[in-house]
């Protein structure tokens, strides 16, 4: 099977701009999952998306915000870019749901995003 | 903060030594995995453990986790360069959040 995969890998934006970033999960696999990586915070739960409706999302703002599609495909979007938004967004994919920690998550490789 | 917490936060071996790394966490879990990333890369699931399980194993890893101290650990034998990478776990926490700590950065010399 072909793995996580994530568009684009690399992005520059400029503050106060938009963006949106693509996660293409494992075949069969219903829940998509994303996180930011920062050098300072870690690695922070964004939200978890299952069959097309939000099961569980972080402590973030609502400029961030995503939607996953009948195919499971999913997609993230970050709205009024800040100079903070800067990190690395893992996609993980997982049959069923991530949350309980119950099943493995499979990662992407990730977008690493820039805001100037 | 709710996150497991990863320790030592780096850690420099030569190949052929063995590594350990913990996590701490600080409320009940059901669950608790290890992962790795190679440097800026994406995660890959090593091993999951459950409340109930005291010891797992999977190749050259050996995970413990002692649900009475709160703390799990993973020890890495023989170590291979290849071995290179940062080590998170993850725990529930019981919020239906997967929420990984900040990460144990090996170093593995040839």
């Known amino acids: 099977k072909a793995g996580v995969t994530q568009t684009p890998r690399y992005l520059i934006k400029t503050r106060g701009q938009q963006v949106t970033l693509s996660c293409s999960p494992i075949?069969?696999?219903?829940?998509v999952s994303w996180y930011q990586q920062t050098p300072g915070q870690g690695l922070q739960f964004l939200f978890e998306?299952?069959?097309?409706?939000?099961?569980n999302k972080g402590n973030f703002p609502g400029r961030f915000s995503g939607r996953q599609f009948s195919n499971s495909r999913s997609e993230m979007n970050v709205s009024t870019l800040e100079l903070g938004d800067s990190a690395l967004y893992l996609c993980?994919?997982?049959?069923?749901?991530?949350?309980?920690?119950?099943?493995?998550?499979?990662f992407g490789p990730g977008t690493r995003l820039l805001v100037l | 903060s709710q996150q497991g917490e990863e320790d030592p936060q780096a850690l420099s071996i030569q190949e052929g030594e063995n590594a350990t790394m913990n996590c701490s966490y600080k409320?009940?879990?059901?669950?608790l995995q290890w992962y790795r990333q190679n440097s800026g890369r994406g995660l890959v699931h090593l091993i999951l453990?459950?409340?109930?399980?005291r010891e797992k194993h999977s190749g050259r890893l050996r995970v413990t986790l002692d649900t009475s101290k709160k703390s799990s650990s993973l020890l890495i034998t023989a170590s291979r360069a290849a071995d290179t990478a940062s080590y998170f776990c993850?725990?529930?926490?019981?919020?239906?959040?997967?929420?990984f700590g900040r990460g144990t950065s090996l170093i593995v010399h040839p």
């Open positions: 993980a994919s997982s049959p069923g749901l991530a949350g309980s920690n119950q099943e493995t998550q499979y």
């Open positions: 075949s069969g696999h219903r829940s």
């Open positions: 998306y299952f069959s097309e409706t939000q099961r």
């Open positions: 409320t009940s879990i059901n669950n």
């Open positions: 453990i459950r409340s109930n399980e």
């Open positions: 993850a725990t529930d926490l019981g919020s239906y959040i997967p929420t």
